[in-house]
């Protein structure tokens, strides 16, 4: 079996019945399609049994969050790809899946396949050609528009469930920079991607997650990938973009430190001149 669809939801009947129909009226076959419902308490439950038809696996019972959810389908899946939707998430037509296929299967093996993200809100995120660590750090990648190999679950690790909203990018983050997995992205857009969810808040709980996510994937580096954030759009940032980021990143760090410094100091003196002078 190509691929492994993974729906989960919570409250949502509408956005789960959009996703829904989008998985179900695709033209290529070779999928299986997995509902994972937390409880909930709306209409959800009977949205699924209306398209049980269309389902091959589904279940309504408390999680504990997101990332437990989705864990709960990647046990159930069989395809060799696992693709998540979430529900208000929705492929972008009825031949998404065989356009998908139709390129992938002239692409050499890949662990994870990715595309642009259309949001919600008709808007298009680009992602660059060949993405990097310090790409994924800043923009991410949206898990509704990746092909995830199944077996980097199964061989590496599943998503973090003690993360709320941060354990996708933990796990991109892992895939690229620890186990070193190959990336490519396809023309073909998948999904167009529900800019409501959770996942695109920002707050400090958001935050406080990417600390946690970079002191686990880079551990004695995540200092330096910190302040690395700090100095998003300086030369800095794109000099190690650009030219290394990984043994480059100590050096180039130090060096943008010296002249940020000696820029300060230089400023201050000329502040402390024109206050004298002006006196």
């Known amino acids: 079996m190509k691929l492994s669809i993974i729906t989960i939801n919570l409250n949502n009947a509408a956005g789960l019945e959009k996703t829904i129909q989008s998985v179900i009226n695709q033209t290529f076959k070779d999928f299986e399609y997995i509902a994972i419902d937390g409880a909930s308490t709306d209409e959800s439950v009977e949205i699924i049994k209306k398209y049980s038809s269309g389902i091959n696996y589904w279940v309504s019972e408390p999680d504990t969050g997101i990332y437990n959810a989705m864990n709960k389908g990647i046990r159930k899946a069989q395809g060799d790809y696992c693709l998540f939707l979430n529900s208000g998430d929705y492929l972008i037509s009825s031949t998404t899946l065989q356009d998908v296929f139709d390129e992938i299967n002239n692409i050499a093996a890949v662990d994870i396949f990715y595309s642009d993200c259309i949001k919600s809100d008709n808007s298009i995120f680009i992602y660059p050609d060949n993405i990097t660590i310090n790409d994924i750090i800043k923009i991410g990648i949206s898990h509704q528009n990746t ?21 996708d990018l933990e796990y991109f983050l892992k895939e690229i920079w620890t186990y070193k997995s190959k990336f490519t992205k396809i ?35 995540s200092e330096i990938i910190i302040e690395l954030n700090k100095y998003y759009g300086s030369i800095y940032y794109n000099i190690i973009k650009n030219y290394g980021d990984t043994k480059l990143l100590v050096f180039w760090l130090r060096i ?17 001149l024109c206050r004298k002078s002006c006196e």
């Open 256 to 272: 943008y430190r010296f002249f940020v410094s000696r820029t300060q100091r230089v400023r201050h003196f000329l502040l402390n």
């Open 187 to 221: 023309k073909t857009n998948i999904s167009v991607f529900d800019i409501n969810g959770i996942g695109t808040q920002l707050s400090p709980e958001r935050f406080a997650e990417g600390i946690i996510v970079y002191k686990n994937v880079f551990q004695e580096l």
């Open 147 to 167: 092909l995830i190999k199944r077996s980097l679950f199964l061989e590496h690790s599943f998503y973090n469930e003690n993360l709320r909203i941060a354990s």
